[in-house]
Each structure stands twice: as structure tokens, then as C-alpha cells.
């Protein structure tokens, strides 16, 4: 059996940004840590952002990941602050990139459909699939419960982009 990977979610936020790590062998995910990044919201901008980098390269070199999801973000409320948190958005695609991992994208339907089946699902419903996903883990805030929804999200496509690849390979041959 090929050694699990390690995957690391990440869920985009300024004031507050969620992480979760498991591991996933291809067929079964195991919890390994959760956390939360937060930023003082009266801070300046680039005071914020570096403070979410700085985290975010302690969280990679800490943990040991070798893939990192993130979750796309989108807000129509406020441009302001659909502008910072772009600009955070950003920073948490860089972290990771910067330490050599392979970065991939989800939106919000397609990881609770990933995890729950529907991607309409209420907050309350991913969260309770997650811990039924990855028994004993708790969450320090719903930011950290969301990172561990999106990790869980990459291990399933990733299981799917796999077997596809060896079935072309296959089919190639």
C-alpha cells in the first residue's frame, strides 16, 4: 500500500482563516490536525496579510503537507470587503504554493456535495458528516470544520482523477 497523503484544507477568511489536515490512504481518511489563523481586525491591511503568511508557513512546516485544497470564496455583499478577503484569498493560494505543494480549487457547492451529497447543504449537515467522516475530531471554531470539509472534498476528487488516470494509462497500452 503507497504511503497516505497528506492534505491540507484551507478556508479563505481576513479576520479568520480554517485549516484541517488528514491523511487518506485512497480509500480511508484519517484526522490529523485542525486550527484556525486569525488576524486582529484593527490592524492594517498588510499588517493582516502577513500575519495570515507567516501562520499559514508555520501551519505547512509544522504538518508536513503534500497537497493543499483551497475553497473559492465569493462575496456580493460589500466590495471592500470582497477585496480584502481576494486579497487574502490570494495569500492562502500563495502559502502553500510557495512551499511546493500542489494547490487545487473548490467552491463551496462542490465540497458539500463532495461531503454531504448535496450541495445545498446547511452548515450544520457538513459539519456533522465531517465528524462522522473523521471520528473523534472536534473543531475549534467552523472555520477549522470547513478546512476539513474541503480536504476531505480533494481526497475524494483526488481518488477520481486517479482512477481515471490509470484507466486511460490502461487503456493507452
Known sequence: MARPIRILGLDPGLQHTGWGLVEHDGYRLRFCAEGVISTQAGDDLHHRLLTLHNGLAAVIAAQSPDEAAVEHTYVARNPESALKLGQARGVVLLAPALA???VREYGAMEVKRAVVGNGH???EQVQAMVRHLLP???FKRAD???ALAIAICHAHHRSTRNAFSAAVARAAS
Request: aromatic letters at 0%; proline letters at 0%.
Open 136 to 138: 473523534g475530531v472536534t
Open 121 to 123: 447543504a446547511a452548515k
Open 100 to 102: 511546493g505543494l500542489v
Open 144 to 146: 477549522a470544520a470547513d
